[in-house]
């Protein structure tokens, strides 16, 4: 077990490093922050000393060196913009993403499983064929879309919700209501596919030979044994979220890390954007771990 | 007149389907008593545990449809019961056990888990259930009973899942107990044992027995009377020994006279020089001695069975002849090569000459190519056999050959019954007019009039093309028919090595009569007196 969770930090690590490299190279093709953060009157002398302070007048290779050498020491750098530590701007809004995609994907996962093995049970029956219809819209539906359409409906006619902000719980509403519905439909139909299978398992038959009733054999006998491409698609769609709803977070004005991220892209706050994607990468290879133990625990024939 | 303890009248169970309506069973009646076996004998698509699984309500709904017919249990019809007084006659009142139990306990929860489960399900406490489930496993015969209840499923040998299966189908003392190919995918050894069990706590419990079966030994060696199912109608009934001695219908005639082990033993007529020469191979998968020096010599034209156990290696030994995996000592020489060392391009022209037939053809035929492509496909990769105007010619030619039409070219696999499909994987591998032919449990999954079939094709191919075969089985009767040559192997070496009726008639090798002693003879007298010469010779 500990020597599995050793080889997968060293597999990551080579990833990351890899994502560092290309994220530090390709942020400074973007142009020059001097010719963003100052004045566009400022002079070619005051640009130079801007540059200085930064330390962006060094050649890229230096600059490279100087900062993985920081990183190993825990330090990211400061934000060009705000003027703290990177990794405190980052840990901040991560936060309110972390909260946004636990909440979601919690919902998700409790709603598309009890949607999905129930359709399973009956294929074919009303309940099946409505909740199919209804997954398959919500995985295909553009969230940007229902996003506005929600605001409009929600916070601007019936005046029920905030349009965008944070500040209370129904802040929160909206956009975890959106971010909901592509997860849960995907989910559900994944969760259908693999009851289906489970559900007509031989061990189900011994079960209902053995006169176990409908409800164990659904929940107990085929769910954990239907669980496992489930858990792998939870995470998929986790990572999404965690990475930070971009567009989500953009529309309903969340201080997520996707919006932070977008922001410092167009700002070239190169420090800020490099901890974001070294803290969601982190936090991602975190979440894959927990998924792979949670195959261990759900399948006894599973160890590492 | 008292009632049976089960009775189906006049059953017909229907299913609906895209292509239309099929009878599975069509107005099928018998009946069972306590303390009393039946068993239900068909090949695959006769309908056999149809019927069965009506008892069980297993059918599915739709797509499956009671027709019409009644079960009564004690009298009581089963059809008439609400759906939950239904639910609690299954696992107390009737029990089932299956073919395969690896797949039918559930994968993820502990077998104690599913003992006790069964258990409660109808009312026991946990406690209660606690000691009842180690009681079970102790009656059963499981090794280390305490610990067996806290471990999965695939911790078990196969024969040891059965004892978990039995254990747990009489954790509530049932009256009736359905056993549908309660041994099929367990070794003969093992089957005896199971079968012994199985008799042994019916003669305690003085349960019905219901085992549907295709295999006139396990009918001979296990029930009082038998039923005999063909397409959906049940054929013949009787007592085993009236059944076998003198049946009545057809069908029941081709059955038994296709049951293997009664034809004349071959004497090796091979002369020449060995085309094969084995010395000494070894294989190791990490620690563990698969094969531990096996050594044997065939000739052109010649069959050596391999007889086994499963993990005695002898499809190990089979896939290292092929180099589909590579030897770790020893030599193989084809022709004076040692096939073990050989480079790539001359094992590239040697997979001519060495063909293989796998178990499942269902499996080793792509399902997307026709069977004109299936046999072509060698001729692709080997282009100097025979130029690509010819093709379609020999393809009608080999077809010919393995008893099926021209016209099946353009079919696709899923086209053949599973008979039909063992003899394109023939045909695929006679595309390369290879001397040698290994087949691994190339029958096995075949009923047994069909098995015959292609045994007979088999042999003709020998005897016409003088193709070797390496001829891999557990069935030891077919053997007896088919080789030449028979090789006993245990844990990953050969125990008795000789001519068929040298290793039949006179087994030196306690393993050899062990294995002999347990394989079951479909006429009930003969199997009658084996029995009680293997419980005299164990008293």
Redesign the interface.
Known sequence: MLSFIRKRAFASLISLIGLLVMVFFLSRMTGDPASLFLPVEASAEMKAEFRALHGLDQPLLVQFGQYVGNVLTGDLGESLRKARPALDVVLEAFTWTLWLAVITMTLVTVCAIIVGSLAAFRTGGFFDRFSSMVSLIGASVPDFWLAIVAIVVFAIQLSWLPTSGTGSLSHWILPICVLFVRPFGIIVQVVRGSMISALSSAYVKTARAKGVKSGPIIFVHALRNAMLPVITVIGDQAASLLNGAVVIETIFGFPGVGKLMIDSILQRDFNVVLAAILVTAFAIFLMNLVIDLAYALLDPRIRY | MADHLLEVRNLSVDFHTATGTVHAVRNISYHLDRGETLAILGESGSGKSVSSSAI???IDMPPGKIASGEILLDGKDLFKMSSEAR??????RI??I?Q?PL???????TVGWQMR??LK??GKGNTEAQAEALRLFKRVALPEPEKALDK?P?EFSGGQRQRV?IA?ALALKPDLLIADEPTTALDVTVQAEVLNLLKELQRETGMGVLIITHDLGVVSEVADRVVVMEKGQLVESGTVREVYHNPQHAYTKKLIAAAPGKGDMHEPEATGDAILSVKDARKFYGGFEALKGVSFDLKAGETVAVVGESGSGKSTLARILLRLEEADGGTAKWKGKDLFTMSPSELFKLRRDLQMVFQDPTQSLNPRMTVYQLISEAWVIHPEILPKAKWRERVAELLGQVGLSPEHMGRYPHQFSGGQRQRIAIARALALEPQLIVCDEAVSALDVSVQAQVITLLDKLRKEMGIAFIFIAHDLPLVRDFADYVMVMQKGEVVEFGTVAQVFDNPQKPYTQALLAASLDPDPDVQAANRNARLASVS
Not at chain 2, 87 to 92: L, P
Not at chain 2, 103 to 109: R, W
């Open positions: 069980m309500n297993l639910r609690e006659v299954n696992g107390r029990a089932m299956f395969d797949s039918h306990l559930n994968p993820v929860y489960e069964a399900t109808h999965y695939h299966m747990m």
